[in-house]
């Protein structure tokens, strides 16, 4: 922990907001502390996720609590992306340090060039000094493409700018083998692997009610990091500075697979099918057992509507989905290409048909 150069820290809005709704500038304050001092040695980058906005702009809106409806949640995050911003903006400037504001969605990193231009900008403002802070655009997020909490999106960013550490602040102080509130429990202190959490009832959304996530969404984005080769620490932002160091505190979950190429993890993570390819089990068995690309043969049924380029879910004929691809035609192509060769195609349709309806490469398989 204490040797990784870049990290990524995320911290959740009831981390940085009061119970009623807006900031806690004091409680920004702390953090940013924390962050500019690691920051100013030199040896460190760091890119923040902050969540908050939702939560900022209820206050000023007369809002008690977060709202249940993606128009008013919108509104509140147009209200309240801006003063958090403002907030970091004047917090930062204490040290000299200029901010710089990177909203996305899951379509932004689902699609491979819009990934690349925000690996692009991250990497240009380390580069060019200022502090990077990262948060899900709530004001234009659908329900089909949001993220859904920013645990998630935390993990995809340590992945997309090659961080050595992900570093997940909350209101709790590392992971428990029961309620932490009831006496008896205790910290686990770190996770080899699945095996180490299994029986472990894990916790939903706080008690503060300004955020979306919880314990759940926290332990799933560190598996996903993890799962990725990003270890992970995850523990309460009063903790931040002890985190950082590589003290013993929290939760400490170690790296359990490889890097894999950015797309794969989006796609499997970020990214919404916009429909569905059925494959017959020799199909099924093609692509998950010897994980070849899903050829025109081996289609049974096409479902929903998309476009090449799209993301889309790879079922067995039970409906189950075994994997995740991009596709290389339009819904409206396919009827006409199940069930044969590509030579045959080809020799009928042109040169363009003699490929992969999804190909190896852009195809992730689902372990569910």
Not at 176 to 194: L, M, N, Q
Not at 264 to 278: D, F, M, N, V
Not at 342 to 359: D, I, K, N, S
Request: net charge neutral; aromatic share 4%; glycine share 10%.
């Amino acid at each position: 922990m204490g040797e990784a150069r870049r990290i990524v820290v995320k911290v959740g809005s009831s981390s940085l907001t009061t119970a009623a709704g807006g900031l806690d500038a004091d409680r920004v304050d702390a953090l940013v502390d924390v962050l500019a001092k690691i920051r100013s040695g030199g040896e460190k980058e760091i890119v923040l996720v902050s969540s908050g906005a939702i939560a900022a702009g209820l206050a000023p809106l007369g809002l008690r609590r977060r709202p249940k409806d993606l128009a008013r949640q919108q509104a509140a995050a147009s209200v309240g992306q801006g003063l958090l911003v403002a907030r970091y903006t004047a917090s930062f400037a204490r040290y000299g340090v200029r901010v710089g504001q990177v909203l996305l969605t899951s379509d932004d990193m689902s699609r491979r060039a819009h990934h690349r231009n925000a690996s692009r900008t991250l990497d240009q403002l380390i580069a060019m000094g200022a502090f990077p802070i990262v948060n899900e655009n709530d004001t234009v997020a659908t329900d089909e493409i949001r993220f859904g909490d920013n645990d998630r999106l935390a993990a995809l960013v340590a992945h997309l700018v090659h961080a050595d550490l992900l570093v997940l602040l909350s209101d709790v102080d590392g992971v428990y083998d029961g309620d932490p509130s009831r006496p008896g429990t205790s910290r686990i202190a770190e996770v080899k692997g699945p095996q180490d959490l299994a029986g472990v009832e894990i916790g939903s959304a706080g008690k503060a009610g300004v955020g979306t996530g919880g314990m759940v969404t926290k332990v799933e984005a560190a598996r996903i990091a993890a799962a990725a080769g990003i270890p992970v620490v995850l523990t309460s932002a009063v903790h931040a500075a002890e985190a950082l160091a590589g003290g013993d505190t929290g939760t400490y979950f170690h790296a359990t697979g490889k890097r894999s190429a950015e797309r794969l993890l989006w796609l499997q993570h970020a990214s919404t099918p916009q429909g569905a390819l059925i494959l017959d089990d020799g199909a099924v068995d093609a692509v998950v057992k010897r994980r070849t690309s899903l050829l025109p043969a081996g289609i049974a049924a096409v479902e929903g509507e998309f476009s090449a380029g799209d993301p889309v879910e790879l079922r067995d004929t039970t409906g189950h989905a075994v994997a995740r691809g991009l596709v290389n035609f339009d819904a409206k192509e396919i009827p006409r290409l199940i069930g044969r060769s590509t030579r045959e195609l080809a020799r009928e349709l042109g040169p363009a048909y003699e490929r992969e309806v999804v190909h190896r490469d852009d195809l992730v398989l689902l372990h569910t």
